[in-house]
């Protein structure tokens, strides 16, 4: 697979979550909610995430306080496959958007440039306001040695190939990117 349709690829899988699942879940959850509502509610002290943050798909206040997590599940569907992304072998299976697990044979990532990714895609300082739609954020990364699994959550393609630079410069030389268990 060339680097053309790599992008595509992942575009794809992108798109079918966020655009067929999650925006038209938000609107309807927004539709019918006559209390004050928000979409993508980061939340902080959470356990065995990245950073103790997490972000919810739509959350509403009311008399009572409700989170909501849209849980993807259409996948786009492919036969395995491989791809060279700028000297980082890939092997890619169909998996989620929003529950992606990147393995790798290195124990760790580079801890800064792996910060520093988390938090513009994350958007730690809340540069990325939503209007009532999406706002281009991941939702949250659990790091483990020799994996990361995320929920990508409105975040662009881009994120996940800025993701796959950082992996590249931290010396790993293969990735398998895959459904999270």
């Known amino acids: 697979m060339n680097q053309e349709q ?20 938000i609107a309807r959850l927004s539709a019918k909610s006559p209390n004050p509502n928000r979409p993508e509610v980061k939340f902080g002290e959470i356990d065995g995430v990245y950073k103790g943050l997490a972000a919810v798909d739509w959350a509403e206040n009311g008399p009572e306080f409700h989170a909501t997590v849209v849980a993807g599940y259409m996948r786009v569907s492919f036969p395995p496959m491989t791809a060279d992304y700028r000297q980082l072998s890939l092997e890619i299976a169909p998996f989620h958007w929003d529950s992606l697990s990147i393995e ?3 124990d760790t990532v580079g801890q800064s440039r792996f910060e520093q990714w988390f938090d513009r895609w994350f958007d730690i300082d809340d540069e ?8 281009g954020i991941i939702h949250s990364a659990i790091v483990e ?13 881009d994120a996940l190939f800025e993701l796959l630079d950082v992996l590249r410069e931290s010396g790993v030389k293969q990735a398998r990117l895959g459904p999270s268990e």
């Open 145 to 157: 040695p020799k994996r990361i699994s995320l929920d990508m959550g409105s975040a662009p393609s």
């Open 6 to 25: 790599l992008h595509e690829r992942i575009q794809k899988i992108r798109d079918e979550y966020v655009e067929r699942e999650l925006e038209p879940a």
């Open 104 to 106: 790798f044979e290195k």
């Open 128 to 135: 990325r306001v939503s209007d009532g739609g999406v706002s």
